[in-house]
């Protein structure tokens, strides 16, 4: 019987139908939950439990290291549950001819909802103001905030998740302008969408919102330089990877009144090291969760079993492979 080892916290969570499901497919399955940290410190530990295992379903945080999938001596596929997959070595896993798959847009509508949601609140300061009325707080809270009604949007990233951004921002009659390294001409005539540079967009935009992978090529892409090009008061908005930001340059800009303010659902180190940042009375946070919700939860379980059945039972290739690569290496 072919296994498959789940360590993925909270995979079923909402609903064991994906977990049912593999069983019904006469997969035996195994679950493990380290918690939120997962397997990311005890690499040990994972070498260990990986063993004998014909399918992993990790998430995309989880470091699926050369070492580990070297000590996995059975495994044929990697099903990542989400649409990210930095933390899993994909040359390694194409050196030892496992697949490894992921779930673009699985998730993309409750990200996109808590982007607009960071927009509202940050530019209204719902959160600084709902935490002054905690603590008996009233008249000092009544002050002029921001309007996101006819503001020009700067997305940074239209992908899946961007492009939903998008469409929901235009309920509020935003003017929306994008910078991306591909053009998506059908989705800007549709939506009246422009395409722009990004220094054009960091000149124009009131608020910003990031949506790119984290690689060497976006990391800290917007530092003190680009913080400096933006329009006095611009919000930014962050629900794809802390490490695209650099902390510090951001949380200057908001001592000095640069920034309005920043909603930021992401962090360079989770959990969050740089607690100033958070503390600032403009800033709205939340950990790592934008991705996180019913309907997004059971979407993401239900696609990777989904995959390791087909994979597994019938040999079928899934869907979003990320090392094509391993598959020439399978038909010789």
């Known amino acids: 019987m072919s296994k498959v080892l789940i360590v993925v916290p909270g995979f079923a969570q909402i609903s064991r139908e994906p977990i049912n499901r593999m069983i019904a497919a006469g997969l035996e399955i195994i679950e493990k939950d380290y918690g939120l940290a997962g397997l990311n410190d005890d690499e040990p530990e994972f070498c260990r439990i990986i063993k004998g295992m014909d399918a992993l379903i990790p998430t995309a945080m989880d470091k699926v290291t050369r070492k580990i999938i070297e000590h996995a001596d059975q495994l044929k596929i990697i099903a990542i549950r989400s649409a990210g997959f930095e933390g899993t070595d994909l040359v390694a896993a194409t050196d030892h001819g496992i697949v490894v798959t992921h779930n673009p847009g699985s998730n993309s509508d409750p990200v996109a909802d808590m982007a607009i949601g960071l927009m ?77 540079s990004l220094k054009e967009l960091l000149d124009s935009a009131d608020i910003i919102s990031l949506h790119v992978p984290l690689n060497d090529s976006t990391r800290k892409m917007i530092g003190n330089r680009e913080i400096d090009r933006m329009k006095p008061g611009t919000i930014l908005i962050n629900t794809c990877r802390g490490g695209v930001v650099d902390e510090k340059a951001v949380y200057n800009a908001l001592l000095n009144g640069h920034l309005y303010g920043h909603g930021i659902d992401v962090f ?47 040999g079928i290739i899934p869907d979003n492979v990320l090392n094509p690569g391993v598959l020439e290496r399978m038909k010789t």
């Open 120 to 196: 509202l609140s940050v530019s209204r300061r719902i959160g600084w103001m709902d935490r002054g009325m905690r603590n008996g707080k009233f008249d000092d809270l009544r002050i002029n905030t921001k309007d996101i009604f006819r503001k020009t949007l700067g997305i940074i990233g239209l992908g899946n998740i961007g492009k939903k951004v998008a469409i929901r921002a235009k309920g509020f009659s935003m003017k929306i302008i994008y910078h991306d390294i591909v053009a998506y001409p059908e989705f800007e005539k549709e939506h009246d969408v422009q395409k722009v």
């Open 268 to 314: 360079e180190h989770e959990p969050p090291q740089f607690h100033d940042l958070l503390r600032h009375e403009n800033v709205v946070s939340s950990p790592h969760v934008a991705g996180i919700s019913e309907d997004g939860l059971i979407n993401m379980a239900s696609l990777s079993a989904g995959k390791v059945i087909q994979f597994i039972n019938n």
